[in-house]
T-cell receptor
Framework: EDQVTQSPEALRLQEGESSSLNCSYT??????LFWYRQDPGKGPEFLFT???AGEEKEKERLKATLTKKESFLHITAPKPEDSATYLC?????????????FGKGTLLTVNP | NAGVTQTPKFQVLKTGQSMTLQCAQD?????MSWYRQDPGMGLRLIHY???????DQGEVPNGYNVSRSTTEDFPLRLLSAAPSQTSVYFC????????????FGDGTRLSIL
């Protein structure tokens, strides 16, 4: 069974204090790993897709990396507007490739 | 281009009532899906569709029904609402089901009393 574990559950940072969020996954074969951002009362907003170990993607202050067992979302010099819940999801390449398996998310709070 | 539109945004039902959650997308996406999001749990797939006329079950399909008569619309029906179905429901769509990012609506918050 595909599994996704995100850590920490919650992270509080000061503005400008860089950190990383972790997404560990177990999947029979990885078709893609997705990062989403979710604001309160809104649906998840797509950030990145990673397909193979060693791949990196960047967008503004965010950088996502992928290994064979985990992905990291690095946040450099965060601002209060980066506060949100960050979700990680995997899509398998095998029989369950019709769905995304989501982690429970990391709630990030950035204080000014 | 509105993306994925869900209606209603909020709904309160009594146990045993039925209702339909609406989902529409204007991106000509073939793949559409319904998820529920509960506190302390990840999003879980209820039903999905790979194209008009084709639907299938996800992880938690019991108590829900879907149909896909057009590319644009993918309604979710609760047959006889139960308190366990209190949740936030999200509809998503993507160009295909294979490693394409899914675009989500803003959800329907449903309470069953």
């Amino acid at each position: 069974e595909d599994q996704v574990t995100q850590s920490p559950e919650a992270l509080r940072l000061q503005e400008g204090e860089s950190s990383s969020l972790n997404c560990s996954y177990t999947v029979s074969g990885l078709r893609g790993l997705f990062w989403y951002r979710q604001d309160p009362g809104k649906g998840p907003e797509f950030l990145f897709t990673l397909y193979s170990a060693g791949e990196e993607k960047e967008k503004e202050r965010l950088k996502a990396t992928l290994t064979k067992k985990e992905s990291f979302l690095h946040i450099t010099a965060p601002k209060p507007e980066d506060s949100a819940t960050y979700l990680c999801a995997v899509q398998a390449s095998g029989g369950s490739n019709y769905k995304l398996t989501f982690g429970k998310g990391t709630l990030l709070t950035v204080n000014p | 281009n509105a993306g994925v539109t869900q209606t209603p945004k909020f709904q309160v039902l009594k146990t045993g009532q039925s209702m339909t959650l609406q989902c529409a997308q204007d991106m000509n996406h073939e793949y559409m899906s319904w998820y529920r999001q509960d506190p302390g749990m990840g999003l879980r797939l209820i039903h999905y569709s790979v194209g008009a006329g084709i639907t299938d079950q996800g992880e938690v399909p019991n108590g829900y029904n879907v149909s896909r008569s057009t590319t644009e619309d993918f309604p979710l029906r609760l047959l006889s609402a139960a308190p366990s179905q209190t949740s936030v429901y999200f509809c998503a769509s993507s160009y295909s089901f294979s490693n394409q990012p899914q675009h989500f609506g803003d959800g329907t918050r449903l309470s069953i009393l």
